[in-house]
Each structure stands twice: as C-alpha cells, then as structure tokens.
T-cell receptor
Framework: SAVISQKPSRDICQRGTSLTIQCQVD?????MFWYRQQPGQSLTLIAT?????????ESGFVIDKFPISRPNLTFSTLTVSNMSPEDSSIYLC??????????FGPGTRLTVT | GENVEQHPSTLSVQEGDSAVIKCTYS??????FPWYKQELGKRPQLIID?????GEKKDQRIAVTLNKTAKHFSLHITETQPEDSAVYFC??????????FGKGTSLLVTP
C-alpha cells in the first residue's frame, strides 16, 4: 500500500468561498482519483487526476466547479469552488500504483455554512 | 456506465455467525471486484479483491466468490466478531480505472 495524507482534514467554510484540498503520497503512483462521500452514502467518483494533462470528469462534475491539478506523480489538489451547503461532504483521494488495488487517503470533511 | 447493486443495506448477526453480502454489476467488461470496509469516521480499507479469471478467493475468515456469467459477486465473513461491525462496500471496475461502488451494507455483529 501507500502512505497517503490529505490536507486539511476538516474545514468549515462559508457559502460562496473556495477550498483547495491536497493529496500527498509517499511514493510515485500511477493513478490518482478524487471521490466524494456524502453523509451516510457511498463513494462517488468526481474525476481522475491525470499527470500533466486535464483531469477526466464524471458526469455531473465540471472543471469550473471542481478544478483538479496533478503536477507530478505524488501530489494532486482538488478545489471546491463557489461552495454551497450541498457541497458539504467528505472528499477522498485514492491512488493506484499501476495494479488494480486502490488505496484511500484519510479524507477531508467539509462543512459549508 | 457500470451500475453496481448491493444487498442487503443492513445486516445484523450474532457473534460467531456468518455474514453474506451480495453485489451485482451491469458491465460485462468489468474485471476487478474489490471489497472495502469502512469504520465510522475512517477511510475505506481494502479487505479483499477478486479478478475475473478467478472464481473464489479466501483470506482467513473472509472469502469472495464471483460468478461472471450471472454478473454477481459476494463477500462471506465467517465466525463474525464485534470488530467486524462496519459498513462494507463492493465495487467493480475495468482494471486500472476508477471504481464504481455499491451503496454499502451496514453490518452489526452483536455479542
């Protein structure tokens, strides 16, 4: 597996503001993904973070709302823009080293007031 | 796209009994099927997985079976213990791609 950290671990933000979440891995990984988990719900894929190119977004998620960067093989950021209370959720990154197994970061718990 | 159905949504068993969680998937191209355990406030943890070229896999008290023809796979936990209480998620994907998750099963093991 990999050691994955996320910052911040939690935050409370005001409506209309933006928050950038960081995902850092202790060694190079092939794939990085961002998921959202709303309270008591399952995990929903937001996008695949591609190194050196634009992220690939799932239906219902757009780059203007969730811009993603992946400057190298160990780091990615997800920004939640122009937040509303509906964005309150846990945001998780996951990584894969080229095999099938995916491992999750500890998550960022976001509350929008 | 892939659609993963998971049943039951809640499951309560007595300590020592077995628990079975079932999932079906829609995309016949999917070839990787992991199971995650998520305890309250924690990240999902990969507990076992199976690939489409295998029908069954065991790891101590946990086993997973896969029926490719019927497009369903199951998680079996034997000799359940209170520490097995958690939410379990199945997922399906094409190898190397993102996971499509079921809605989860909340398992409660009572002493």
């Amino acid at each position: 597996s990999a050691v994955i950290s996320q910052k911040p671990s939690r935050d409370i933000c005001q409506r209309g503001t933006s928050l950038t979440i960081q995902c850092q891995v202790d060694s190079q990984v092939t794939m990085m993904f961002w998921y959202r988990q709303q309270p008591g719900q399952s995990l929903t894929l937001i996008a695949t973070a591609n190194q050196g190119s634009e992220a690939t977004y799932e239906s219902g998620f757009v780059i203007d709302k969730f811009p993603i960067s992946r400057p190298n093989l160990t780091f990615s950021t997800l920004t939640v823009s122009n937040m509303s209370p509906e964005d309150s959720s846990i945001y998780l990154c996951s990584v894969s080293r080229g095999g099938d197994e995916q491992y999750f970061g500890p998550g960022t718990r976001l509350t929008v007031t | 796209g892939e659609n993963v159905e998971q049943h039951p949504s809640t499951l309560s068993v007595q300590e020592g009994d077995s628990a079975v969680i079932k999932c079906t998937y829609s995309d016949s191209a999917s070839n990787y099927f992991p199971w995650y355990k998520q305890e309250l406030g924690k990240r999902p943890q990969l507990i076992i997985d199976i690939r489409s070229n295998v029908g069954e896999k065991k790891d101590q008290r946990i086993a997973v079976t896969l029926n490719k023809t019927a497009k369903h796979f199951s998680l079996h936990i034997t000799e359940t213990q209170p520490e097995d209480s958690a939410v379990y998620f199945c997922a399906a994907s094409l190898s190397g791609y993102a996971l499509n998750f079921g809605k989860g099963t909340s398992l409660l093991v009572t002493p």
